[in-house]
């Protein structure tokens, strides 16, 4: 018998909130799942901002040892953020990486710091801020899958 882990990450989301909705019916795949695995309260990174809690998660770091605490960054010896964090701001190894490198497969969707996109055992689409004409997945030519099941796949900056 196989294991697999399965990672549902809702950037915000809240357990009273996704409890109504699944009290109404409204969520049935999320009613499904729950009970056969482990769901429960997670407290945010500090800062509490997205972009430091998902590099956190990606890396196993504190955004103090990490380091990234808003979407763009600074050269050395600028004020004004100049350049976009991404997937090469993660330090490696991230947890995709690893999993990839223990030999397990690797289906990663939407995941933000997942951009530019890197070489992964499975696929990897990246995840928020994608400049237009970008190569956003892994193997490239899952792209071309994307546009012709739906539509044009992909994000504006």
């Known amino acids: 018998m196989s294991s697999r882990t399965l990672f549902i990450g ?3 989301a809240d357990w009273s909130v996704l409890d109504r909705l699944a009290s109404e019916d409204l969520m049935p795949n999320l009613t499904t799942l729950r009970p056969k695995g482990s769901s429960g309260v997670l407290y945010s ?28 960054r600074c ?5 004004i953020p100049d350049s976009p964090n991404g997937s090469s701001s993660v330090p490696r190894p991230s947890l995709l990486q690893a999993i990839s490198d ?8 939407n995941l933000p710091m997942t951009f530019p996109p890197f070489p992964v055992n499975g696929a990897l689409v ?3 801020f994608l400049p237009p004409g970008a190569r956003f997945t892994h193997p490239p030519e899952l792209e071309q899958e994307l546009d ?3 539509g044009e796949y992909g994000y504006d900056s």
């Open 102 to 109: 223990a030999g397990a497969r690797v289906l990663s969707i």
């Open 45 to 72: 990174s500090f800062p509490a901002h997205s972009i430091a809690a998902w590099t956190s998660f990606l890396s196993g770091l504190s955004a103090s040892e990490h380091g990234i605490v808003d979407f763009r």
């Open 126 to 128: 990246s995840g928020v």
């Open 10 to 12: 809702w950037d915000g």
């Open 75 to 79: 050269s050395p010896g600028r004020y």
């Open 148 to 150: 012709v099941a739906a």
